[in-house]
């Protein structure tokens, strides 16, 4: 079937330093992309989308890649921070679905040493 | 997320109870969702709702119910609580035009013994 998932399961950073989260999805009609953060206790919480018809997008600290060649998505965090640690999630969607269902991955956990 | 919330943030009951979880949210969104997290997994949809008269299964629906009460309150029902329904339970809204982000509630967190 078709999926989103995550190649590692925790990262562990130095603070300060650049951090990539990636993420590989299986649908080749996916063409919307979504970054999670989740904290400890809390929900998941927005972080950064893109669609199909992008391949970078920026936001603070924050850019998000898309390689539709190889179905493959990046989280790159900047100078990052002790509050960055947290779980993060990618998800997808495409027009397939109905309305807009997302399809979620595992979840990677970014652990910053000070 | 204030706009979600969700009661109650913890529970713990045993096998066989009749359990409701419940969500509200003040973003005047359409559209509500309920999915279940398990340590090392994603998020996975087990009800979603568009409007108050439309209600639909999402991936794991067994052994879960659930009633859209107004645009603003989605419930989700467990019938009968078994152990392996253990999990993190989180709400989620989002707007019906388009295909844009769905924002979650803090979760409750739930143990069937």
């Known amino acids: 079937g078709e999926s989103v998932g995550l190649h590692l399961p925790t990262l562990s950073v130095q603070e300060g330093d650049n951090s990539i989260i990636n993420c590989a999805y299986s649908n080749s009609a996916s063409d919307y992309f979504i970054w999670y953060k989740q904290e400890s206790g809390k929900g998941p919480q927005f972080i950064i989308d893109i669609r199909s018809n992008m391949d970078k997008r920026q936001g603070q600290r924050v850019t998000v890649l898309l390689n539709k060649t190889v179905k493959h998505l990046s989280l790159q965090i900047a100078a990052t921070q002790p509050g960055d640690s947290a779980v993060y999630f990618c998800?997808?969607?495409?027009?397939?679905?109905?309305?807009?269902?997302?399809?979620f991955g595992g979840g990677t956990r970014l652990m910053v040493k000070p | 997320d204030a706009d979600v919330t969700q009661t109650p943030r913890n529970r713990i009951t045993k096998t066989g109870k009749r359990i409701m979880l419940e969500c509200s949210q003040t973003k005047g969104h359409d559209r509500m969702y309920w999915y279940r997290q398990d340590p090392g997994l994603g998020l996975r949809l087990i009800y979603y709702?568009?409007?108050?008269?439309?209600?639909n299964k999402g991936e794991i629906s067994d052994g879960y119910s659930v009633s859209r009460q107004a645009q603003a309150k989605f419930s989700l029902s467990l019938e009968s609580a078994i152990p392996n329904q253990t999990a993190l339970y989180f709400c989620a809204t989002s707007e019906p035009q388009g295909r844009d982000t769905q924002y979650f509630g803090p979760g409750t967190r739930l143990t069937v013994l």
């Open positions: 998800a997808e969607s495409s027009m397939n679905n109905a309305g807009n269902m997302l399809t």
């Open positions: 709702s568009f409007d108050v008269k439309d209600i």
